[in-house]
């Protein structure tokens, strides 16, 4: 337990045992401490030291490592340093060493430049005259097409409007016929629309004669049949339905009239003050 609490206040965190460590590295690991062993047995025998002086003895073992791995982060803090100001001053040099080029670059692109934009204005100026050359007879050559075709396009206009003049008159004479046509056409369907209006009519009269007729039998069947749906008689009454009609309606009125006789009759109740 000691021993582990010394290796964890070292700092010795431990290696794990699932993992098989290399024999190289145990080697001289076992060779270490050997030697770390010897040395400690030729300036004091450590089995005969007590708990208090092997903790002593430990301390100062891991001050002395502390010491030196703080002297080695030292060490290599300083060459760190010395690093990054070599590596800054390599970088600035360099840097300035690109800059240098680039300005050398940049003015004798500037250079350059100018020589290709004197060539390229002349260039220009060549071309804008060889332009203006060729513009100036196209615009010629334009300006006779173009008196060409208004030439050609007036003969066509003057033709197409003496065309368009004899269709107008052709279209007159055809819309006049079929105006007539229309017209004709509109009095031989009003007449057959009356025609048709007349047969629609003789077909209404002859339609509510003939409901007439069928209510008739209907009223002459039920006045023939008793409250059962039987035969009244052996044969068939005809208007014996108009009759009944008319008897019924006597008989209501006959009640109609009775009871406002008898309304009349009676005596109308004071009302009690």
């Known amino acids: 337990m000691a021993e582990k609490n010394f290796l964890s206040w070292v700092g010795f965190k431990g290696e794990d045992e699932s993992k098989p460590a290399p024999t190289q ?12 062993l010897n040395d400690l047995r030729s300036r004091r025998d450590i089995t005969g030291l007590s708990r208090e002086e092997f903790e002593i003895l430990a301390t100062e073992t891991a001050m002395s490592m502390i010491k030196s791995a703080q002297q080695r982060e030292a060490k290599a803090n300083a060459a760190v340093q010395r690093l ?31 020589k290709y934009i004197s060539a390229a204005e002349g260039d220009a100026a060549d071309l804008i005259s060889t332009a203006e050359g060729e513009a100036d007879e196209i615009l010629n050559e334009s300006a006779r097409n173009a008196s060409q075709l208004t030439s050609a396009a007036k003969r066509d206009a003057q033709r197409l409007i003496e ?32 025609a048709a209006e007349n047969a629609i009519n003789e077909s209404r009269q ?68």
């Open 25 to 36: 590295n145990a080697l001289e690991r076992i060779r270490e401490l050997e030697s770390q």
């Open 84 to 114: 990054l100001a070599e590596t800054n001053r390599n970088s600035k040099e360099k840097l300035d060493s690109a800059e240098a080029k680039a300005k050398a670059i940049l003015s004798s692109a500037e250079t350059r430049g100018r």
């Open 163 to 194: 065309t368009a003049a004899r269709n107008i008159v052709d279209y007159r004479s055809w819309l006049s016929s079929a105006i007539s046509e229309a017209e004709r056409l509109h009095r031989a369907q009003n007449a057959s629309l009356n």
């Open 206 to 273: 002859k339609l509510k004669h003939a409901f007439e007729r069928l209510s008739q039998l209907q009223m002459d069947i039920n006045a023939n049949l008793d409250g059962e749906s039987k035969p009244v008689g052996k044969t068939f009454v005809v208007g014996a339905g108009k009759k009944a009609a008319q008897s019924a309606a006597r008989k209501q009125k006959a009640a109609n009239n009775k009871n406002q006789a008898a309304a009349k009759k009676k005596p109308v109740k004071k009302k009690k003050k």
